[in-house]
């Protein structure tokens, strides 16, 4: 980028403070300044006082304006694209179709509803089922057990007798 030392610490000081990489373009512009300028280049400001430049300020804003009037072009070109996709938005069916997507939503949370008010019924009605089949099975538990003893003494009667 330069040869004098010092101007050169200036310079990477700049970089690591801003963080400004390598390829960034102002350091294009700063390479630019510098071989317009003859091989000098100003020193960054807020590094105090220093480095001189042979740089006239036509020579400085033609620098600037060949640094940065392909990044304009470029950027124009970038609204121009936007602009354009933004023209292609139908946002009335835009509008619509979120619409369509809420009021989907709106039946799916209300299908939910239904669906958990019903679970929660059948749930009810199973633990209902569920209590009055406990005392059933107590009852054919005990009536088995007396049948087979009934059963189990006439064998013995009959068989010992």
Request: hydrophobic share 40%.
């Amino acid at each position: 980028m330069t040869e004098n030392p010092e101007i050169r610490a200036r310079i990477l000081d700049w970089q690591k403070r801003y963080n400004i990489q390598d390829g960034d373009p102002a350091i294009a512009l700063l390479e630019l300044v510098q071989f317009m300028g003859g091989g000098s280049a100003p020193a960054p400001s807020g590094g105090g006082g220093g480095g001189t430049a042979n740089v006239s300020s036509e020579a400085l804003a033609e620098a600037m304006k060949t640094a940065l009037l392909p990044m304009t072009e470029r950027l124009t070109f970038q609204v121009q694209e936007l602009q354009q996709k933004l023209e292609q938005i139908d946002f009335d069916k835009f509008v619509k179709q979120i619409e369509g997507y809420h009021e989907g939503i709106d039946y799916c949370t209300k299908k939910l509803d239904v669906i958990k008010k019903e679970t929660d019924s059948l749930v009810v009605k199973v633990e209902k089922t569920g209590s009055q089949i406990s005392p059933i099975t107590r009852g054919a538990v005990v009536t088995l057990m007396a049948g087979a003893g009934v059963l189990g003494y006439v064998l013995r009667v009959i068989f010992n007798g």
